[in-house]
DNA sequence: CAATAGCCCTGGTGGC
DNA sequence: TGCCACCAGGGCTATT
């Protein structure tokens, strides 16, 4: 499941590969996954123009072409995004190629198909509502402690609800949810309401401290993950909880825990993140 | 307005 | 061994 982590080291992978390179054609195998406009349009909106930029916002990944249109990638659950040479292109599930100048292959896969792609013309990102609608990054500098404690303060959603709401903060996933509440010991269930000032500066340093690792890890790879060459990441043997039901919590050796918390499978130590609060 | 339930989608898993 | 219900979950939409 891509999360900003994911979403940035991929963007740093495309990077490398992508810039002021040509798309000279577009193989489009499920044309369901591209969004806006439809695919003849979109072809034609990015077939000839080269890449000026990679850029990410949250779990977007934006393709900034030299005509000014953007190309949008969102890899939701299961999403993959890599440059490949045609002889290593061998993906079961690839749904759109971009070819290149240089015959490398920029591929879409995606297995569960629920990601979505999109091509923008300038000012047109009001037509993804998500995009236009994301809270500030962890590590960036609109995420402050007092943005944090500021919009806790107004929420009465689960903690764990509240991380994964994109308006508030943008880029956690249900990993680095999860993550960041059990290292600032804190119970998902909790509302932000409800947190104290010293609370709030844990949750804080604890979001920025997960993502940092996620990144500096290059990503957490379960299952489909893979970062724009097509490697693995190595978060997943650094993770507190996620993942870990039935297992030692490294801080206390008792047996982590998993419940649903909005819907959402939820991990966490019953004994280090008590719903009282301290 | 806000919280939540349902939905999309396919492959892996666990139970029988 | 084979079958099948169920789960994974990001984010949008409908509902309460």
Redesign the pocket.
Known sequence: ???MPEVEIIRRGLKRHLLEKQIVNIEVFLP?LIKWPEADAFKSMVIGRRITAANRR???LLLELDNGNTLVF?????GRLLCVSPKDEQD??RKIIFHLDDGELLVYAD????G?VYALKPGETWR????N?LGPEPLSEAFTEIYLEKILK?????LK??L????YI?G????Y?DEALALAKIHPQR?GAGLTKLEIARLYQAINEVIAAGIADGGTTF?DYRNGEGGRGHHQEHLYV??RNGKACLSCGAPIV?I?V?????HFCPVCQLLEGK
């Open positions: 499941m891509p999360e369901r949250g779990k977007y969102h890899l939701r659950m299961t079961a599930y297995t569960r198909t629920l979505t993804i509502s998500g995009l609608n107004k929420s009465s959603a689960k609800s509240f994964l709401n994109q308006k943008s956690l996933g249900n990993i949810a509302t299952r996620y993942g998993k649903e909005g819907g959402r499978g939820t």
